[in-house]
């Protein structure tokens, strides 16, 4: 990071330095981190490191934006029906901090395309299928890199933080997918919470501020207005994670 920037940074950020303390922001500025989903949760989660003031934003994402997108994905506007939500989303995320980097990955992530996720020190799952986030898993514990799961539908969320090695991973804690549920209702505050909570990980672990969602599954009900944890542990025998 440049004098320059450093400088015009410790401006723009000066809200949060006593929070994250001078290496603390250093260390968040010389970050990058892969965002995969640039849906309902994947906009608050990218829009908040953005202004946080993340090094790198790894933005991955094949579908376009579509009408029904808008009730809870920020970063695409009515003007971007149509367009690759990757772009949409770096071209609003570059106009609220000019300062990031911002990559656009447009691929569906698979087993074979998993290696253009290169240089990353942390990925957000933000998707919507098992088959997905297991993916995102595996890849996080092959790497040793943290993984933020997290997960929405109607007024409730859940978010748990992985660390290989220390904590159980995706797979210890469901260890079978659970039945499809696509066309499930979301509501956008729903996602809007859930996702800025992962931000919100993902900054405590750049940082090494705070405690982190680990070793257990935070569940929100917003129509309740309760948020409970229950404890996850590694298993023995996980397929991913096991020594």
Same mark, same amino acid.
């Given at each position: 990071?440049?004098?320059? +920037?450093?400088?015009?940074?410790?401006? +723009?950020?000066?809200?949060q330095l006593?929070?994250?303390?001078?290496?603390?922001?250093?260390? !968040?500025?010389? $970050?990058? %981190?892969? %965002?995969?989903?640039?849906?309902?949760l994947?906009?608050p989660?990218?829009?908040?490191? @953005?202004?946080?003031?993340? =090094?790198?934003?790894? *933005?991955?994402?094949?579908?376009?934006?579509?009408?029904?997108? !808008?009730?809870? /994905?920020?970063?695409?506007?009515?003007?971007? !029906?149509? +367009?690759?939500?990757?772009? $949409?989303?770096?071209?609003?995320?570059?106009?609220?901090?000019?300062e990031?980097?911002?990559?656009?990955?447009?691929?569906e992530?698979?087993?074979?395309?998993?290696?253009?996720?290169?240089?990353?020190?942390?990925?957000?799952?933000?998707?919507?299928?098992?088959e997905?986030?297991y993916?995102?898993?595996?890849?996080?514990?092959?790497?040793g890199?943290?993984?933020?799961? &997290?997960a929405?539908?109607?007024? +409730?969320? /859940? *978010?748990?933080?992985?660390v290989? =090695?220390?904590?159980?991973c995706?797979?210890c804690?469901?260890?079978?997918?659970?039945?499809?549920?696509s =066309?499930? /209702?979301?509501?956008?505050? #729903?996602?809007g919470?859930?996702? #800025?909570?992962?931000?919100?990980?993902?900054?405590?672990? !750049?940082?090494?501020?705070?405690?982190?969602?680990? &070793?257990?599954? *935070?569940m929100?009900?917003? @129509?309740s207005?309760?948020?409970?944890?229950?404890?996850?542990?590694?298993?023995?025998?996980?397929?991913?994670? $096991?020594?």
């Open positions: 990071m440049n004098s320059d +920037r450093l400088k015009d940074g410790l401006t +723009r950020y000066d809200r006593e929070l994250l303390g001078k290496s603390g922001q250093e260390n !968040l500025n010389n $970050s990058s %981190v892969a %965002v995969v989903g640039l849906g309902g994947g906009s989660a990218a829009i908040y490191l @953005a202004i946080a003031g993340l =090094g790198k934003l790894v *933005l991955v994402d094949h579908d376009e934006v579509v009408l029904s997108n !808008l009730n809870r /994905q920020f970063l695409h506007w009515d003007e971007d !029906l149509g +367009r690759q939500k990757s772009r $949409s989303a770096a071209e609003k995320l570059k106009r609220v901090n000019s990031i980097s911002v990559e656009t990955l447009e691929l992530l698979t087993a074979n395309t998993a290696g253009e996720l290169s240089d990353i020190d942390l990925v957000i799952g933000s998707v919507d299928n098992f997905t986030r993916l995102l898993n595996e890849l996080a514990v092959d790497r890199i943290p993984y933020i799961h &997290g929405v539908e109607g007024f +409730r969320g /859940q *978010l748990t933080t992985v290989p =090695g220390e904590t159980p995706l797979r804690i469901f260890p079978d997918e659970p039945p499809d549920r =066309g499930i /209702q979301v509501l956008g505050v #729903t996602a919470v859930i996702g #800025t909570m992962m931000a919100n990980e993902a900054i405590k672990v !750049l940082t090494d501020r705070g405690n982190l969602v680990t &070793g257990r599954l *935070l929100a009900d917003l @129509a207005g309760e948020f409970n944890s229950v404890d996850v542990h590694r298993n023995r025998d996980c397929p991913v994670c $096991s020594e």
